[in-house]
């Protein structure tokens, strides 16, 4: 048959609806494809050990808000996931370490001991300290059973399941594609080889605080055959968010039906309710006049300014819940006055995890021109997937540009906004000064919760190139501190990442960041300003 006529043929074949319990065409050719139906559906269990790449917050956290910028990369050494296919039970165990500097040491080289996530059936917990296991959330729930079937022969393993329906076939280039809804709930989309009818991709949505709907892509390649069964040496998972590789596997190897721990939910586990999120209740603490720290254990804080007939935000940080009840409270703590506008410190996703309830509020977003292509395309993403602020609410994005330096000024208040310099982490972020108190408002200078610190002089070196009077701290992260403890824990933080540098070096390692580049010399050849 020549190519073309079994393209037609196909096309034709798309159109025929599933027939009662009779599995899909596309999913028989599927299974046929990668054994035959009797033996996918035979599997017990397949284990996968590999290592691989993560996108560091799906591409959220790079040095500027470009999408040419450079991704900082998570690296996985270590993967291992087994699929207990009978039961639907599955268990993850990984090493994860960041290549690229940040504030804490497991973070940086790895915790010391590897991260173990379960699930059995519709039930998620992990492996906490002295092996106890510990329920997760619903959310963790659904994100493992879509991760469980994120491998050809398990989808199509349970796609072949009479309760299981394929709609919607049809061909797409030189593949075919059909949307599945298992029996319990989840809907992917599938693409076969049209001509072998291998598996080429498998598709989903779900919801994101920052970008809203988000679809991922996995694509399988290098199929070989483990007892059998054709399964893919290698899985690529792409984000429709600036087409973003999100996840990289690397398989070195694959076991099928062998034997295996029983992954079943401990009876406590199972018996316990699942973890519901915390309702959010920041609460204000005055820093200065017409100053105030939003705070509280659900997110990062915001800080609030008064103005003559306005109220102005700093940071719509954490998530959109956080957000929320942030935008609440600086409404209640200054009734009367409109919140108006939100100043974001930098575009990083922890940063803006609120960012689409601030533009579902109609506050103008502030921020550093060069986040403005960033942000506008966030504004234009769809939100059907509940819960999301702008998807309920759409509203046209207000954006106001910051270059060098903005001030807002009237006669009850006078903040000003400058350009981050000094900065490995942020290139296009903002800081906030507050003369009249002497207040350096900030994102991502300093935490006092961080044990290493790699940005330099950064902080020194903005309130010198600026000509600042400083007297106080007041960060998005931590707590308001004078600026003496803060410059003091700065230079304890910095000695903590040059003895973990040594450390590592004299282990033969060279990792990114060391040695640590102090002083910094940024300032030298630039006149203040
Ligand atoms: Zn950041």
């Given at each position: ?72 990369w998570v690296s996985?050494p ?19 370490h960041q290549n690229f500097v940040f504030?804490g040491a497991a973070g940086y080289l790895g ?341 290493l610190?790699w ?41 903590a990442a040059a003895d973990l540098c040594a450390r590592t070096a004299a282990a033969g390692l060279f990792t990114p960041g060391c040695p640590v580049k ?12």
């Amino acid at each position: 048959m020549t190519r073309a006529l079994l393209a037609i043929v196909l096309a034709a074949s798309a159109v025929l609806p599933a027939r009662g319990q009779q599995p899909a065409a596309m999913i028989t050719r599927a299974a046929d494809a990668l054994g035959g139906v009797a033996r996918i559906r035979a599997i017990r269990n397949i284990t996968v050990a590999g290592y691989g790449e993560q996108a560091y917050m799906n591409g959220g956290g790079n040095i500027s808000a470009s999408p040419d910028a450079p991704q900082k990369w998570v690296s996985v050494p270590e993967y291992e996931k087994t699929i207990d296919v009978e039961h639907m039970r599955m268990r993850v165990r990984q090493r994860n370490h960041q290549n690229f500097v940040f504030a804490g040491a497991a973070g940086y080289l790895g915790a010391p001991n590897a991260a173990v996530a379960y699930l059995d059936g519709n039930v998620a917990f992990n492996a906490a300290q002295n092996n106890r296991m510990v329920r997760a959330n619903d959310q963790a729930a659904r994100a493992r059973r879509i991760d469980m079937l994120n491998n050809p022969a398990v989808l199509v393993r349970a796609a072949l399941d009479p309760a299981s329906r394929v709609g919607n076939v049809r061909t797409q280039g030189g593949l075919q594609l059909g949307d599945i809804t298992l029996a319990t709930g989840e809907s992917l989309t599938l693409a076969i080889d049209s001509v072998s009818g291998v598996p080429a991709w498998v598709r989903w949505m779900t919801h994101d605080e920052n970008l809203g709907d988000v679809t991922f892509r996995t694509s399988f390649t290098g199929y070989l055959p483990v007892k059998g069964v054709l399964l893919p040496m290698g899985y690529n998972t792409v984000i429709d968010f600036r087409s973003v590789v999100q996840n990289k596997l690397y398989v070195d190897k694959y076991g099928v039906d062998e034997t295996i721990d029983d992954l079943s939910a401990p009876a406590d586990v199972r018996a316990a309710v699942a973890p519901a999120p915390r309702a959010p209740s920041p609460e204000a603490t005055p820093v200065a006049k017409g100053v105030w720290l939003l705070h509280g254990n659900g997110g990062a804080n915001s800080i609030l300014f008064e103005f003559a007939d306005h109220l102005t935000m700093f940071e719509a940080p954490s998530n959109q819940a956080w957000t929320q009840a942030l935008i609440r409270l600086a409404r209640s703590t200054v009734p009367g006055k409109p919140l108006t506008e939100v100043v974001v410190s930098h575009h990083h996703f922890d940063h803006t995890g609120g960012i689409r309830a601030a533009m579902a509020e109609g506050l103008t977003i502030v921020a550093h021109k060069g986040t403005e292509p960033l942000f506008r395309e966030i504004a234009a993403r769809r939100g059907t997937i509940a819960p999301d602020a702008l998807g309920a609410a759409p509203k046209p994005l207000k954006f106001r540009a910051v270059d060098d330096h903005l001030q807002l000024k009237d006669a009850a208040m006078q903040v000003d906004l400058y350009h981050v310099v000094s900065s490995s982490h942020m290139a296009e972020a903002l800081f906030a000064y507050v003369p009249a108190a002497k207040l350096f408002v900030e994102g991502d200078f300093f935490d006092v919760g961080w044990e290493l610190y790699w940005w330099q002089k950064m902080y020194a070196d903005n309130i010198a190139y600026r000509r600042l009077q400083v007297d106080t701290d007041v960060p998005v992260h931590g707590r308001v501190l004078p600026l003496a403890d803060v410059l003091r824990d700065i230079e304890r933080q910095t000695k903590a990442a040059a003895d973990l540098c040594a450390r590592t070096a004299a282990a033969g390692l060279f990792t990114p960041g060391c040695p640590v580049k102090t002083p910094s010399p940024i300032l030298q050849d630039t006149p203040s300003r």
